[in-house]
C-alpha cells in the first residue's frame, strides 16, 4: 500500500542531549539498532524514485521511494515486509535489478505522543533526528515539544543531507562505518 511520510530532519544534533530531551517529554526509548540496505535505481538517471531493500535488524522491507518535493509530507512510499534480505536481493538480482549501493547507519528509535523518532547516525555526516508523525502539523508540533522552530526542520532525502556535507552519496558504492 502506498502512503504519504509526514517526516522531517532536525540536523546536526548532540545525539546524547537530544535522545535525554525525548525521554524528559515522556517518549519511550525502543533502542537502537544497526540497519543495512541495499539501493537500486528505478529509471537511471530519475533521483525522485528508488527501491530500497532494508534489513532494520528486526524487519526486511522492500520499499519504492517516490518524491514530489522536499517539504514534510513530499514523498511516498509503497513497502511491504520481506523474508530474507540477501535472498530477497538476489531475487531483484535475477528480476534486471543491480544494487547501485551498499549503505548502513545506526538508528536509535523513540515514541512520543504517537509521534516516532529516529536519531540517525551515518557514516561521514553529523548525525540527525527525523520526526515522523500522522500529518504534517503533527510534525511540526513534536519538533516543536522537543524544541525546534519549523524553520530547523528539512524534507531533504539523505542524499541532499550528504550533499550539503559535500559528499556525494551517489558516487560511494559501499557505505559502512568500518569504512567511514
Do not use: C
Not at 23 to 35: A, F, R, S, Y
Not at 105 to 118: I, K, P, V
Not at 138 to 166: P, Q, S, W
Amino acid at each position: 500500500m502506498s502512503a504519504i511520510e509526514y517526516e522531517a530532519k532536525v540536523l546536526d544534533i548532540d545525539v546524547g542531549q537530544v535522545a535525554q530531551r525525548i525521554l524528559d517529554k515522556g517518549g519511550t526509548d525502543l533502542g537502537e539498532v544497526l540497519q543495512r540496505r541495499y539501493v537500486y535505481d528505478i529509471a537511471p538517471g530519475d533521483a525522485s524514485r528508488w527501491v530500497r531493500l532494508r534489513d532494520t535488524g528486526s524487519q526486511v522491507t522492500l520499499t519504492v521511494k517516490e518524491i514530489d518535493s522536499e517539504t514534510i509530507g513530499g514523498t511516498r512510499e509503497t513497502e511491504t515486509a520481506v523474508g530474507d534480505f540477501e535472498t530477497t536481493n538476489t531475487l531483484l538480482g535475477k528480476l534486471g535489478y543491480a544494487p547501485k549501493a551498499y549503505q548502513e547507519n545506526r538508528r536509535h528509535s523513540f515514541t512520543l505522543d504517537g509521534a516516532r523518532l529516529e536519531i540517525d547516525t551515518w557514516p561521514r555526516i553529523p548525525a540527525y533526528l527525523e520526526i515522523e508523525a500522522d500529518s504534517r502539523a503533527e510534525v511540526v508540533r513534536m519538533a516543536a515539544l522537543l524544541g525546534y522552530t519549523e524553520a530547523e526542520l528539512t524534507g531533504e532525502n539523505t542524499t541532499k543531507v550528504y550533499a550539503r556535507y559535500g559528499t556525494e552519496l551517489a558516487t560511494i558504492t559501499d557505505l559502512r562505518f568500518d569504512a567511514a
